[in-house]
């Protein structure tokens, strides 16, 4: 399973209910099904990836995530989960809204573009920052809305939203503690674990 897929999974309670938003290959799933007997349910828009989940036995929906998740009723699931698609949709301030309301919590992950590599680039070069967790060119990223782990927070702030947990982890998923000590500056990529607004 992939690193970031395990970190996940460990937070997921045994026959827990779940929505994976932009689930790819079902990968999370299908573990999530055999290990915790989870009842679960992805979101996907690839053709391929939706094959994938059907070989794999993994429930899955075709679905646009920038067309919202009003097919959902309210508290449907105990858990949304989102992994590095955040920064991909058009409103990920109202997405996240949504996942609160069709879920008790969510777990989303993301990119840290104020990575001080990316700072770096940016200072030196005049460009947009390539990074190992930001790999791609502006003209082809699929990234639109780019955001610091302090950006998110400040949102998480603004909305009143609970942060039950926080991982912040280098490229190949490990915690250092130069990340632990300046996340915002050292970490490459962020799980929140999040509730409901206070």
């Given amino acids: 399973m992939r690193a970031d897929l395990a970190i996940i999974a460990d937070l997921v309670h045994q026959g827990a209910r779940v929505l994976d938003l932009g689930c790819g290959d079902g990968e999370l799933l299908a573990e999530l ?9 992805g979101l996907e828009i690839d053709p391929d990836m939706i094959t994938a989940c059907v070989a794999k036995g993994v429930n899955v929906i075709e679905q646009n995530l920038d067309e919202g998740l009003a097919n959902f009723p309210s508290s449907s699931f105990d858990l949304v989960v989102m992994t590095e698609t955040l920064q991909a949709v058009r409103q990920p301030d109202l997405l996240i ?8 919590e ?4 993301f990119p840290n573009f104020g990575h001080w590599q990316c700072r770096a680039y940016l200072a030196t070069r005049g460009r947009m920052p390539i990074a190992r967790h930001l790999p791609h060119r502006w003209f082809d990223t699929p990234n639109i809305h780019l955001c610091t782990f302090a950006d998110f927070e400040r949102l998480c702030n603004d909305k009143a939203l609970v942060i039950h947990r926080r991982f912040v982890v280098d490229t190949l998923y490990r915690n ?10 050292f970490g490459t990529i962020a799980f929140y674990h999040l509730g409901r607004s206070r």
């Fill in 97 to 104: 809204d949504e996942m609160l309301r069709i879920g008790r």
């Fill in 106 to 109: 969510c777990i989303v992950t």
């Fill in 176 to 185: 250092r503690p130069l990340i632990n000590r300046f996340p915002n500056m």
């Fill in 33 to 41: 099904e055999h290990t915790k007997g989870v009842n679960g349910y």
